[in-house]
């Protein structure tokens, strides 16, 4: 820091700063996962096109592929014509509920992963299930952080659920 004063024409202050990488600064990390956990093909069902938007984001930029369905019906086609690693639901969706749809996925591909997410208080599935059997379950809204180490732990078969 330098000054500098002359009577009659003022005083002049002048601060020297180290330069700073702006796009260092504002870059968030993404939670690092396992290369045995990225990769794959996880298929989104999601009827609210902004919560599609943002999972398939999250997702894509942690390594999968996505593919995308607002209903049930679309989804179980999709199931059948892919190689799917996941299935990550909504519980409420319009056509046949998240629980439903699970259950029709159960017949055709018994061996597929799926991960239930709702906005809802109370998650509108435990009621349905058999007492003792967990459910793979996420809180809407969720960070990217959340999502991926929920993704993660179910492919890896380190299961949990995760709430706020």
């Given at each position: 820091?330098?000054?500098?004063?002359?009577?009659?024409?003022?005083?002049?202050?002048?601060?020297?700063?180290p330069a700073l990488d702006v796009t260092a600064a504002?870059?968030?990390?993404?939670?690092?996962?396992?290369?045995?956990?990225?990769?794959?093909?996880?298929?989104?069902?999601?009827?609210?096109?902004?919560?599609?938007?943002?999972?398939?984001?999250?997702?894509?930029?942690?390594?999968?592929?996505v593919l995308e369905a607002s209903n049930g019906i679309d989804a179980l086609g999709l199931v059948t014509g892919h190689d799917l690693q996941l299935v990550l639901t909504d519980s409420v969706l319009p056509q046949?509920?998240?629980?439903?749809l699970?259950?029709?996925?159960?017949?055709?591909?018994?061996?597929?992963?799926?991960?239930?997410?709702?906005?809802?208080?109370?998650?509108?599935?435990?009621?349905?299930q058999p007492a003792g059997k967990d459910v793979p379950f996420i809180?809407?809204?969720?960070?990217?952080r959340a999502l991926v180490e929920q993704v993660r732990a179910i492919l890896t078969g380190e299961e949990r659920n995760f709430r706020p």
């Open positions: 820091m330098s000054v500098h004063s002359e009577e009659g024409k003022g005083t002049t202050f002048r601060a020297h700063f504002t870059e968030r990390p993404t939670p690092a996962i396992p290369t045995t956990a990225r990769g794959g093909t996880i298929l989104v069902v999601e009827d609210e096109p902004a919560m599609m938007a943002l999972t398939a984001r999250i997702l894509r930029r942690n390594g999968f592929t046949m509920s998240g629980q439903h699970a259950e029709e996925i159960g017949e055709i591909r018994p061996e597929l992963p799926i991960l239930f997410m709702s906005g809802h208080s109370q998650p509108v599935l435990q009621s349905d809180q809407k809204p969720f960070t990217e």
